[in-house]
């Protein structure tokens, strides 16, 4: 069985970091991209970044609400995905989840981050 | 950056067919956009149904297809169930980076 989950949420203040962490089992991580895709309370989907599988270079991509406050990484050695999100804002506040390609299609349960005073 | 655009809401009759349809401000929409498709019920995660366009997963009912339509994507529904009522959401990288719809909600009645 396919499982995503998610760690690492909480409060955090505006300025602060916080490093997520999503565990993968029942497949074959070491060849699978991996996203991060968010969700704030009551709104959409909003996607946050991708990492490519270290076999096709293990780069990444990030989309443009938070692509200099953030980092994809990830450990094939250990079948974990990491978003590294620093300088935090309210308007960050979301559910975060990891998903696989979506040609995979598996989404984790997702971790709330909660940014405020 | 890419704007995405999906209906805000629809409604089906039970037994009933509706389409929805995912715009994006780049222009049309084709299969190098790499269309997803995705339902959200409340307090859920969301759950891939459509991806590359046409594509389903084991899991996708086959009920929902997914197609291009007049320079969108489109997904559709043929013979809507009282559990199909959720918010879909697309997802389309025409410009070189995803970004999904703003979501439509549809309402099963």
């Known amino acids: 069985e396919v499982q995503l989950v998610e760690s690492g949420g909480g409060l955090v203040k505006p300025g602060g970091s916080l490093r997520l962490s999503c565990a993968a089992s029942?497949?074959?991580?070491?060849?699978?991209?991996m996203n991060w895709v968010r969700q704030a309370p009551g709104k959409g989907l909003e996607w946050i970044g991708r990492i490519r599988s270290n076999v096709d270079g293990g780069t990444t991509d990030y989309g443009t609400p938070l692509k200099d406050r953030i980092t994809i990484s990830r450990d094939d050695s250990k079948n974990m995905l990491y978003l590294q999100m620093d300088s935090l804002e309210t308007e960050d506040t979301a559910v975060y989840y990891c998903?696989?390609?979506?040609?995979?299609?598996?989404w984790g349960q997702g971790t709330l981050v909660t940014v405020s005073s | 950056q890419t704007v995405v655009t999906q209906e805000p809401s629809l409604t089906v009759s039970p037994g009933g067919t509706v389409t929805l349809t995912c715009a994006s401000s780049?222009?049309?929409?084709?299969?190098?956009?790499?269309p997803d498709w995705f339902q959200q019920k409340p307090g859920q995660a969301p759950m891939t149904l459509i991806y590359?366009?046409?594509n389903k997963h084991s899991w996708t009912p086959a009920r929902f297809s997914g197609s291009l339509l007049g320079g969108k994507a489109a997904l559709t529904l043929s013979g809507a169930q009282p559990e199909d009522e959720a918010e879909y959401y697309c997802l389309l990288n025409c410009a070189g980076t995803w970004a999904f719809g703003g979501g439509t909600k549809l309402t099963v009645l």
């Open positions: 590359s366009t046409s």
């Open positions: 780049t222009g049309a929409v084709t299969s190098g956009c790499y």
């Open positions: 029942g497949f074959t991580f070491t060849n699978t991209w």
């Open positions: 998903t696989t390609g979506f040609s995979r299609g598996y």
